[in-house]
């Protein structure tokens, strides 16, 4: 079953969850946890405070707005909101396949106000 989360930037917060995979339900576990994110193109990514771990699942690299990822190889948790350097086109591509292990909704021109690096509090909503 799908647990629902907030992910909170400074006064911004994007209402989502966490899916119902390995992954997802690893990073449920771990919450609440803090999140620090650098920017590449309209995704951040970064090291999350929580050991997430390696699970088994189908990774992809091509993403939708509002996809939550994680690469376990370089434990990266992931937020996409708009083109990356690696998209061709208007979808968020990832660098490398990762997992998408939830979803999140909110305004994006808010969080690509934002910044080059962002730190975020995820906690059940």
């Not at 208007?90 to 998408?100: C, M």
């Amino acid at each position: 079953m799908p647990t629902p989360i907030v992910l909170k930037v400074e006064d911004l917060e994007l209402r989502g969850e966490f899916n119902d995979t390995p992954a997802g339900q690893a990073a449920a576990a771990a919450l609440p946890f803090e999140w620090s994110g650098s920017r590449w193109g309209d995704e951040y990514y970064g090291p999350p405070t929580a050991n997430i771990g390696d699970h088994p699942g189908e990774k992809g690299a091509v993403m939708n707005v509002g996809d939550l990822g994680w690469h376990a190889p370089n434990q990266w948790f992931c937020l996409f909101f708009g083109p990356t350097p690696a998209s061709s086109g208007d979808a968020p591509e990832a660098a490398v396949p990762i997992l998408t292990i939830g979803n999140v909704n909110g305004d994006w021109e808010a969080l690509g106000e934002m910044g080059g690096s962002i730190t975020a509090l995820i906690e059940k909503a």
